[in-house]
Nanobody, 122 residues
């Protein structure tokens, strides 16, 4: 019904930049919050950044001033621009979206992407 496809991960040196993208496709009526989470080995998944349909953003403290979340509603796409990357940013990054499906009576569903690896290392 709905797919979230992430791209843009990879290996980068400390201080470098990456831009993640996530395209949401399927039987979409509307998308509310879109965001990025990450999970490092042996740790729980944590919120990185989220953006509402009104473009209100929220970030975890450790990425404030370095990461920027944005969205293109015409393309059903959310982005995460990551600058000044640190080794502690290494994790699998997951896209998340709250989607209202066509013909499903106004119910909102929560969807996840498959994840993209970000590795920050020299």
């Amino acid at each position: 019904q709905v797919q979230l496809v992430e791209s843009g991960g990879g290996l980068v040196q400390p201080g470098g930049s990456l831009r993640l993208s996530c395209v949401v496709s399927g039987s979409i009526d509307a998308i509310n919050n879109m965001g990025w989470y990450r999970q490092a080995p042996g740790k729980q998944r944590e919120l990185v950044a989220v953006i509402s349909s009104a473009d209100i953003t929220q970030y975890r403290d450790s990425v404030k001033g370095r990461f920027t979340v944005s969205r293109d509603n015409a393309k059903n796409t959310v982005y995460l621009q990551m600058n000044s990357l640190k080794p502690e940013d290494t994790a699998v990054y997951y896209c998340n979206a709250q989607v209202r499906l066509l013909g499903r009576g106004g119910v909102w569903f929560n969807y996840w992407g498959q994840g993209t690896q970000v590795t920050v290392s020299s």
